[in-house]
């Protein structure tokens, strides 16, 4: 069980969001020349849920819906929530839009004829039930399900499921609650959102985004799995350039937001600057160095660990960047005095280390000389990267900050693969691990021989990921990027990645026997733009000694 961050670090008092309420919604897709077009329409802009904004039909469950599932026809397997889901859309669709997936008593699909027979504001079951129609329900497949961002006050836990365009009809909104329906392709929709002319709210758009990758309507049948959502996804908020902004679990800020606001709260600043920390716990601030780039990212990250009451401990004070050095100087200061004890530097790479000595001259004049700790560089680390320590930390050693009945313990992991001496540390009571740069958030760190290897890289991941477990780590705190969620999983997949370009390697090497570097590169690297192949190169020739020498090199 993963140990979230404790109570009392944690930055806003936490409240309990609003109970979801079951609903569901229904893509209803059909097949032109030009691509697969998809039903929308606006709601009304008195609706107290995405007023003005075009979505797919549908709405909240009826008690009623799970009772009619004898008038339905299901597919083998379909479950009572789900044919009662599937009935849930299909009488939205009938109520809000005037259409009908249903069968007549010979089979045949109802058309206008019967639609006409029906009345939208009566009851829709005894209706059906009355004119002999079933309803078709094992033609709705489950697409995808999402539940409304917990910072809202009114939230839907919602399948969005999909269905092909009953022949012989058109959409007629009921222009109470739906206006103007639309067939649109997925890749219209957003282009005209994006250009302020198509409002959609956040699942709708994310939704469009996946369905545009698709050629047919049978295309989107196929990709369903049987009772398996394609995804799921309970959004949170953040803000970012002074605008709101939502994200779903897989994008590199989400992890954060779940870190800093567990409760959804819409609260916390995504924006990269380099100017002031960025509170992410009561004991635990963020500064990233003016120094961003496509190796750093948006900067390197420097972590303020600690409070007033017990010190600070800085982890990778950065670049010798004196404006950078002086705001975390400032940011640890208490009553005019330096209140650092511990500078940690996690491996030598320049944009991680070279800050360190000017820190500690700083603090050296202002009351105190905390230790630059860390791990001297190796013999095969390059001419930048010399870097020796006032003290070189041990394997599993704990540095420990208290005070006025606070802890907080940072435990070592020695972690070779990016650099020679890179190390990890765990803060044990919060479930949190500073990665430096061998986890990233968004990309895949570089391992650049001979300092770099890859057999030590892929083995300190275990080391990590057993640590993640012993100690109940739930969130990761790189170097470059936003903190990452599920610390577990992710040490996993990136592990996963690395295995699987290490095939893709060995696969071009057995290909091309007599190859080189540069003609495998191509290959193996075919689904990176080639203007990263440079970098890639570094990684790549990490693989192949690790193909052709199995396992890590240090103890």
């Not at 960047?321 to 002086?326: C, E, G, K, L, T």
Request: charged content about 15%.
């Amino acid at each position: 069980m993963m140990k979230m961050v404790r109570a009392n670090q944690l930055l806003y008092p936490q409240r309990k969001p609003v109970a979801p309420r079951p609903a569901a919604t229904v893509l209803l897709l059909r097949d032109t020349p030009y691509g697969v077009e998809v039903l929308m329409t606006r709601r009304s802009l008195s609706a107290s849920f995405a007023p003005g904004a075009y979505v797919f039909p549908g709405g909240v469950v009826d008690s009623a819906d799970a009772q009619v599932h004898p008038q339905a026809r299901l597919r083998p397997g379909q479950t009572p929530q789900q044919a009662t889901n599937a009935v849930a859309a299909i009488r939205e669709s009938f109520e809000e839009l005037g259409l009908l997936l249903a069968y007549r008593a010979d089979g045949s699909w109802a058309d206008a004829s019967d639609i006409a027979r029906l009345d939208r504001a009566a009851p829709f079951a005894a209706q059906c039930q009355a004119l002999d129609l079933t309803l078709a329900a094992d033609q709705v497949h489950l697409l995808a399900h999402w539940t409304t961002d917990a910072d809202l006050p009114k939230r839907f836990a919602v399948p969005f499921l999909v269905a092909r365009m009953p022949p012989d009809q058109a959409p007629v909104a009921d222009e109470a609650e739906q206006f103007e329906p639309a067939w649109v392709r997925p890749a219209d929709a957003l282009a005209r959102h994006h250009s302020g002319s198509f409002a959609m709210i956040f699942p709708t758009i994310r939704t469009l985004e996946r369905l545009q990758a698709y050629a047919s309507t049978d295309a989107v049948l196929a990709a369903c799995i049987e009772g398996q959502p394609l995804w799921t996804s309970c959004p949170r908020g953040g803000w970012l350039n002074g605008q709101e902004a939502r994200y779903m679990e897989h994008d590199p800020p989400f992890g954060e937001l779940q870190m800093v606001c567990p409760d959804s709260q819409l609260v916390h600043d995504l924006t990269w600057q380099s100017e002031a920390p960025v509170p992410l716990l009561k004991n635990l601030r963020r500064l990233t160095a003016a120094n961003p780039g496509m190796m750093t990212g948006p900067g390197t990250n420097s972590y303020l660990v600690g409070t007033a009451a017990t010190g600070y401990a800085v982890i990778d004070p950065g670049p010798n960047d004196p404006a950078h050095v002086q705001r975390l100087f400032e940011a640890t200061c208490v009553n005019g005095k330096s209140a650092i004890h511990y500078i940690v530097c996690t491996h030598s790479h320049p944009d991680h280390f070279p800050g360190a000595r000017p820190l500690q001259a700083l603090c050296e004049g202002h009351g105190s000389k905390p230790p630059i700790l860390g791990l001297p560089s190796a013999p095969t680390a390059r001419p930048a990267s010399q870097f020796a320590p006032d003290r070189a930390l041990q394997h599993l050693e704990r540095l420990v900050l208290a005070g006025n009945g606070e802890i907080h313990s940072l435990q070592v992991i020695h972690t070779p693969g990016h650099a020679a001496n890179h190390l990890c540390l765990l803060l044990l009571e919060d479930g949190l691990l500073f990665s430096g740069d061998h986890i990233l958030n968004g990309s895949t760190t570089v391992i650049d021989p001979p300092d770099g290897h890859m057999g030590d890289y892929l083995h300190a991941l275990d080391m990590l990921g057993q640590a993640c477990q012993q100690h109940a780590i739930e969130f990761i705190a790189p170097a470059h990027g936003y903190v990452m969620g599920q610390a577990a999983q992710a040490i996993a997949k990136l592990k996963a990645h690395r295995l699987q370009r290490e095939a893709k390697i060995a696969s071009a090497m057995q290909a091309q026997p007599d190859g080189t570097p540069a003609q495998w590169l191509p290959v193996a690297y075919a689904d990176v733009p080639s203007a990263l192949w440079p970098i890639a190169m570094r990684s790549l020739l990490a693989h192949v000694a690790h193909i052709q020498k199995p396992g890590p090199q240090t103890s």
